[in-house]
């Protein structure tokens, strides 16, 4: 039973559009949650977090939004570019000792020129 | 530069072969972990390690052992590899608290 869902494969978005990725999760106990960006031969990098306590985070382009009562958060990218494409995962860790990362399946996204 | 490193990138091997993937950081980490990729499910976490000689199962742990005996390396080893784990491996590290996990570039395994 995966308790982080990516529910959409891929997406594709212009560039200069708005690319938003969803991720739900079923762990009340999760409190940490992360956005990890993939390219193809390269280790995930890091590249968004947000704690429980807010609802809202932002760094340059990138706005990851935390919906507690859903268990939904979700990643916006704008404005888009090429250089975006790549699979992302969503990530998120529980307050427990392991604090281990559970992640989704991953979304691939294809910014068009 | 601060990274995560593994070795080898590639590897194929035979079903009972013994292998050890290595990982190194350079960032004085003590927490370090290994996670499987796999096509649907994303990264799911092997073992962990919150220290020097503290390791832990994860999700995954069957068919792996890991040690962790300087602070720096943790490596992975399948003592009897099988198919089933044929992946793409990834090594990762982390500061105390809530920091984000640092990757190494992964390790495509194929048992065959």
């Known amino acids: 039973d995966q308790q982080v869902k990516q529910n959409s494969p891929s997406l594709s978005v212009q560039e200069g559009r708005i690319s938003i990725l969803n991720c739900d999760y079923t762990?009340?106990?999760?409190?940490?949650f992360l956005w990890y960006k993939k390219y193809p031969a390269e280790g995930p990098t890091f590249l968004i977090s947000i704690s429980s306590i807010k609802d809202k985070n932002e760094d340059g382009r990138f706005t990851v939004f935390l919906n507690k009562s859903a268990k939904h958060l979700s990643l916006h990218i704008v404005p888009s570019q090429p250089g975006d494409s790549a699979v992302y995962f969503c990530a998120a860790s529980a307050r427990t000792g392991r604090r281990a990362l559970t992640f989704g399946s991953g979304t691939r996204l294809q910014v068009q020129p | 530069e601060a990274q995560v490193t593994q070795n080898p990138r590639y590897l194929i091997t035979v079903t009972g072969k013994k292998l050890t993937v290595t990982c190194s950081q350079n960032m004085n980490h003590e927490y370090m972990s290994w996670y499987r990729q796999d096509p649907g499910l994303g990264l799911r976490q092997i073992y962990y390690s919150m220290n020097v000689e503290v390791t832990d199962k994860g999700d995954v742990p069957e068919g792996y052992k890991v040690s962790r005996k300087e602070k720096r390396n943790f490596p992975l080893i399948l003592e009897s590899p099988s198919p089933n784990q044929t992946s793409l491996y990834f090594c990762?590290?982390?500061?105390?608290?809530?920091?984000?996990?640092?990757f190494g570039n992964g390790t495509r395994l194929t048992v065959t």
């Open positions: 990762a590290s982390r500061d105390r608290g809530y920091s984000p996990l640092h």
């Open positions: 762990n009340s106990m999760f409190d940490y």
